[in-house]
């Protein structure tokens, strides 16, 4: 299972940015596929979840701004953020997820993508 992020970089207050992770080696649809974040001495936090056929949710510190989507046929995750401020500043991890009828909860990791907006 490999999981590539990409579309993170410097962009000033107020910009956008998307970020896209894709899946490969997985039956992409059935998981439950999300982001979160990591800001420098930070614990990792939720940003975004869309489960499989399900609605997504969201961080309330990103309500509104943030956009997190799915295309089961490419086997990628979106996360589309406009109105950036300083404070998303963090390295940005995408997530696969299910639980499995033996064995609990199996989870993959994407390597991450830095995300930096300056002021």
């Known amino acids: 299972v490999q999981l590539q992020a990409s579309g993170g970089g410097l962009v000033q207050a107020g910009g956008s940015l998307r970020l896209s992770c894709a899946a490969s080696?997985?039956?992409?649809?059935?998981?439950?596929v999300g982001w979160y974040r990591q800001a420098p001495g930070k614990q990792r936090e939720l940003v975004a979840v869309i489960p499989s056929g399900g609605s997504p949710n969201y961080a309330d510190s990103v309500k509104g701004r943030f956009t997190i989507s799915r295309d089961n046929a490419k086997n990628t995750v979106y996360l589309q953020m406009n109105s950036l401020k300083p404070e998303d500043t963090a390295v940005y991890y995408c997530?696969?997820?299910?639980?499995?009828?033996?064995?609990?909860?199996?989870?993959?990791w994407g390597q991450g993508t830095l995300v930096t907006v300056s002021s």
């Open positions: 080696g997985i039956i992409f649809s059935i998981y439950t």
């Open positions: 997530n696969l997820k299910r639980i499995q009828v033996i064995g609990g909860m199996l989870t993959y």
